[in-house]
């Protein structure tokens, strides 16, 4: 059946296609009602067919359209591949060489900073008296700028009254006066170092030789507040202490002697008795 359907010639009874409008065989005219004998659903067959060409036609359109709309209003393109041509060449990739351990740089000789140079010398005495042969006191220096390396040489006027080690330990040898001195580079600092005893032993101005003070003549400093202590040796009994100045030089009942301002006084200890004194100076 074709898309218009088929009629037959009511004269020839042969059949023809719908849209004829006279039989191609004999040509007699088809009926009015636009149906041939025995065909009576021809005219809807027609409808049918139209709507399907009409529904053909919009999917086409539609197609068309939606066609043309992807390249004016959708994505971009995409990239096109490069071509060898296009593709820039890179080196080839050289092979890697063999590694080799690298030979350490010899460490810089660093160049010695010379010293500063010592500009004063403070001693931590610069006066004290050793009351006995063999007795010892320590001298300290200090030397300006703190951070010299140089080293300080110490000597004594006359060893035969006084010597000084290379730290500054200075031992009474015999009796008399004589100076220390602390040297660095080209400034020195000078210490008086009286010897008052003899012998061995302490000296006492008691008249009991049983009875002995541990120190009969002392320097000490007012501006550090040096200390020392004083004891008795030979008696049992518990002395007592007194200053003749606790001014310039206060002591305790434990016999602890402290420097409080400069001059010159004397301590006293009384025991069994007797009454034994020792000099301090303070300076």
Known sequence: MGLFGEIKCRRCDRRYSAIRSRCPYCGARKKRAGKSDGDGDGKGKIIIGIILLAIIIIAVAVLVYMSLSGKTFGKSSPTPTPTAAST??????????????????PTPTQTPVPSAAVTSITLSR??????????????????TPSNT???????????????????????????????ITAEAGSVKAECVVRVTGSGSAPASTSSDASFKLSHSDVTISASKKETFNLTVSGSSETPTYRSDNANIASVSSSGTVTAVSVGTTRIYVTVGGKTLECIVRVI
């Open 126 to 143: 610069t006066d004290f008296t050793l009351a006995s042969i063999g007795e010892t006191w320590v001298l300290y220096a200090t030397l």
């Open 88 to 105: 820039p060449k890179t080196s080839a990739t050289p092979s890697p060489k063999a590694s080799t351990t690298p030979t350490p740089a």
């Open 149 to 179: 390396t140089q080293t300080v040489k110490w000597t004594s006027d006359d060893p035969k009254i006084a010597t000084v080690s290379t730290t500054g330990l200075v031992t009474a040898v015999g009796s008399g006066t004589t100076k």
